[in-house]
């Protein structure tokens, strides 16, 4: 079965740092570009980082750019996030979701961040 | 970046009806457009992909259709599970970006 579990979340002061992981099962991880993807309480879909298969290409919204990093262990079939300089509105749901266009979705990791 | 607006940004039907939720985008995307449901609680999931090829496993009642920057996602009859939120992405080109979603409501 084709299997995306995220983890790392929890509750961080503003201006702290969080590393989300994304564990992969059930495919060839090495094969497939992935994504983050947020959504903050109530509110829509955020699309949040971008790393193709080989982690040579990355992208990030301009929201996070600068702040957050996305990385990937192929070995480990896993996908990362670091988040650094957390603010009030980095607070959501956080998704790692596997191409081709976000197909597969895992559950999410709440990250909150508030003093 | 490629807006998506999305509308209505809610409606309240009854079982059986047919519902229409559109899609546009700011610029050209071809046919580089996903429609995605999630009910609360719950990660998304893709209903169609390519605008318009039905996911495996999604019953035939929803439908996609589009190109270029208009897309519509149809639901001929509206069943109770349906009812959840229904969102658009674009992956045309980087930010991705989805449309402000549209709340499917019991009427």
């Known amino acids: 079965e084709v299997q995306l579990v995220e983890s790392g979340g929890g509750l961080v002061q503003p201006g702290g740092s969080l590393r989300l992981s994304c564990a992969a099962s059930?495919?060839?991880?090495?094969?497939?570009?992935m994504n983050w993807v947020r959504q903050a309480p109530g509110e829509g879909l955020e699309w949040v980082s971008y790393?193709?298969?080989?982690?040579?290409?990355?992208y990030y919204a301009d929201s996070v750019k600068g702040r957050f990093t996305i990385s990937r262990d192929n070995a480990k079939n896993s996908l990362y996030l670091q988040m650094n300089s957390l603010r009030a509105e980095d607070t959501a749901v956080y998704y790692c979701a596997r191409d081709p266009s976000l197909y597969v979705w895992g559950k999410g990791t709440t990250v909150t961040v508030s003093s | 970046d490629i807006q998506m607006t999305q509308s209505p940004s809610s409606l309240s039907a009854s079982v059986g009806d047919r519902v229409t939720i559109t899609c546009r985008a700011s610029q050209g995307i071809r046919n580089d457009l996903g429609w995605y449901q999630q009910k609360p609680g719950k990660a998304p999931k893709r209903l169609i992909y390519a605008a318009s090829i039905l996911q495996s496993g999604v019953p035939s009642r929803f439908s996609g259709s589009g190109s270029g920057t208009e897309f519509t996602l149809t639901l001929s009859s509206l069943q109770p599970e349906d009812f959840a939120t229904y969102y658009c992405l674009q992956h045309n080109s980087y930010p991705r970006t989805f449309g402000q979603g549209t709340k499917v409501e019991i009427k």
């Open positions: 790393i193709s298969s080989s982690g040579s290409t990355i």
């Open positions: 059930g495919f060839t991880f090495n094969n497939y570009e």
